[in-house]
């Protein structure tokens, strides 16, 4: 079983050698550059690491990875936009559309969704895709409930913003480990604890959202019940389910 | 064998009654605000015909066909945002972004975009899925030259920017159709040079493009000659592609 931190080599170097469509001519640039700059690959290492726990190889699972980090990838270069967030910087450097201009920051957020679909369908079966068309769509959802102030609730607007691509996460990695559908639930209890957990510790370094609503010891209080019902997912898997146990910690513990 | 315009109501219907992902929320609206509003559904009535010479039900085909129109919609709402083309009218009405704020219209396009993979992943095999992702990166890349000003030429900006979809119109319909590979050719030939046929004659209709390349009789010898080499195609075919042939007809004496 390889470490987190080894899975996230493996994203990084497929990342970095990723082949994008020539047709994209020099919109490529742009694409590349949003998928640099140092994101923590949460999403595609879980997926990596889900699907060695579920008996696929970690080299399988990695187009169904680098499809989630692209699909993340691409929400961020449009949240950023000036009609949306309006953020200039993303991780200490120029956002997309600041870098590009706006109009190449569009355009390279629609283009790491498509490519996202075009290595998700690299699989003979439609299910990995199916699933991360959903978890897109939802997560759009959640940006719209966000962007006009119409959540009904903060739960629903994190389970959107945040929960589905986590969620897509183990499922896609299901689908490429080949678990049958009627063995897949505890799997993903895990999976929607799990991001759960990352929204929760995420208000607690940000101090908004779930510390705002609840105050920090119960913010606190929340992500480690929610770090231990991930952790209960884990114990009824009949599976080595070591490296998710390691990320549900890091996670817990992060403070970045 | 329905004609274009019986293919044309279907489409509507279809369209009309798509159920959209629940998660999108109030964000659905804007998303059907962009699929009405009066197209010729060009690209989907091609697909249809193309499916039903190709021995599928058009029914069978429908899914395909409205992908490929909410990838078109998708195309149009991203286009017409300030920072591209900055129009504020689409076909008499208000463009999307216009009627709903630039960021629900960023959104919208993403939406559609999203759903169209949804759609098109509803099939067993995910060869349509493929094909639809190789043409959104295509039209995504001619976007990006014609923004950008850095088309090597014109025949490549429109060889991607239109003709990428209505290959697809065609590529996805054979796949629906379960046309094997090695037959493909004839009907590919033949999208290819429709998707020329269309993009001369909107430019003699909008006096633009290859009007100001090549001269207003330049321009209609070279239309004519694409719909000569479309009807050759269709020749080649041993299949009933009457339907198609219309099409070609239309297409080619069309004055809106």
Request: with cysteine.
């Amino acid at each position: 079983m390889l470490t987190p931190d080894e899975l996230r080599g493996l994203v990084e170097d497929y990342l970095g050698g990723l082949a994008l469509t020539p047709e994209l001519h020099g919109q490529a640039e742009s694409v590349r550059y949003a998928l640099e700059g140092g994101g923590k690959r949460v999403r595609p290492v879980l997926c990596l690491a889900t699907a060695e726990a579920a008996g696929a190889s970690p080299e399988e699972a990695l187009p169904a990875a680098a499809a989630l980090e692209l699909v993340h990838s691409f929400s961020l270069v449009h949240d950023d936009l000036p009609a949306l967030d309006d953020d200039q910087l993303r991780r200490g450097r120029p956002s997309t559309w600041a870098a590009y201009g706006e109009a190449v920051g569009i355009l390279a957020g629609d283009a790491l969704l498509a490519e996202a679909f075009r290595l998700v369908l690299s699989y003979p079966a439609p299910h990995a895709g199916r699933e991360l068309a959903q978890a897109t769509l939802g997560m759009i959802g959640g940006q719209y409930l966000d962007v006009t102030g119409t959540a009904p609730d903060e739960e629903t607007l994190h389970r959107l913003k945040t929960g589905c691509l986590f969620a897509a996460a183990v499922g896609l990695a299901l689908w490429v480990a080949e678990v049958p559908e009627a063995e897949q639930a505890p799997w993903r209890a895990f999976g929607g604890e799990l991001g759960l957990l990352f929204q929760i510790v995420d208000d607690i370094l940000d101090g908004d959202g779930y510390v705002v609503t609840h105050g920090a010891a119960e913010a606190r209080r929340l992500a480690d019940e929610a770090a231990g019902r991930a952790q209960a997912a884990l114990d009824g898997i009949g599976a080595d389910t070591s490296v998710l146990e390691e990320i549900v910690s890091g996670l817990k513990a992060r403070t970045a």
